[in-house]
């Protein structure tokens, strides 16, 4: 079955400090993963997607098959980075998305 | 419209009546998704429609929920005789196409007394 687990359900680091959101994911089959965000008082959106392989907000994810990996990582965080995070999963193809818990990043100033 | 619209923003029942969410998808988008949404349990699938048919209902928590889709536009999901636990935000989505990026709506904000 389908899995996404984000081990961590609350970070808070300080604007300009490295951050990583882990997400890891169980799927036998070829995998597509996803990183949503929603900031506050606004609707659920796509950060980015593995396939892309694209930078957005200064936000990368490379997936790790080998350690079924996602994690979400961003050099120097700014305050206007702070929301809910969550990996999702879908099977190649196919229309269901999976979603972790999320996880609920505050950047302070 | 611009994006996928839900109503109500909110709704607050007594435990045991029945309630609808109603969903406009993105006009053009053939699939369309219901998610729930509670405290620490991150999102939660429960339907997905292709057009009209839904290949998968395999995340319905209940034979207490269904939910339907007319003219492959609107779609309503419906909670008969709701509990607390059914408290939650219920949100829709859709997307072009199965595979393309979905697009979430605002949610419902249901709250069962």
């Known amino acids: 079955a389908q899995r996404v687990t984000q081990p961590e359900k609350l970070l808070s680091v300080f604007k300009g400090a490295p951050v990583e959101l882990k997400c890891n994911y169980s799927y036998s089959g070829s995998p597509e993963l996803f990183w949503y965000v929603q900031y506050s008082r606004q609707r659920l959106q796509l950060l980015l997607r593995?396939?892309s392989r694209e930078s957005i907000k200064g936000f990368t994810a490379d997936l790790n098959k080998g350690e079924t990996s996602f994690h979400l990582k961003k050099p120097f965080a700014q305050e206007e980075d702070s929301a809910m995070y969550y990996c999702?999963?879908?099977?190649?193809?196919?229309?269901?998305?999976?979603f972790g818990k999320g996880m609920k990043l505050t950047v302070n100033p | 419209g611009a994006g996928v619209s839900q109503s109500p923003s909110n709704k607050v029942t007594e435990k045991g009546k029945d309630v609808e969410l109603r969903c406009d998808p993105i006009s053009g988008h053939t699939a369309l998704y219901w998610y729930r949404q509670s405290l620490g349990q991150g999102l939660e699938f429960l339907i997905y429609f292709q057009g009209n048919s839904a290949p998968d209902k395999s995340g319905l928590p209940s034979d207490r929920f269904s939910a339907e889709r007319t003219g492959g536009s609107v779609s309503t999901l419906t909670i008969q005789r709701t509990q607390q636990e059914d408290s939650a935000v219920y949100l829709c989505?859709?997307?072009?196409?199965?595979?393309?990026?979905?697009?979430f709506g605002e949610g419902s904000w249901l709250t069962v007394v």
């Open positions: 593995h396939i």
């Open positions: 999702a999963l879908s099977q190649g193809g196919s229309e269901k998305l999976v």
């Open positions: 989505a859709s997307s072009r196409t199965g595979e393309d990026t979905i697009y």
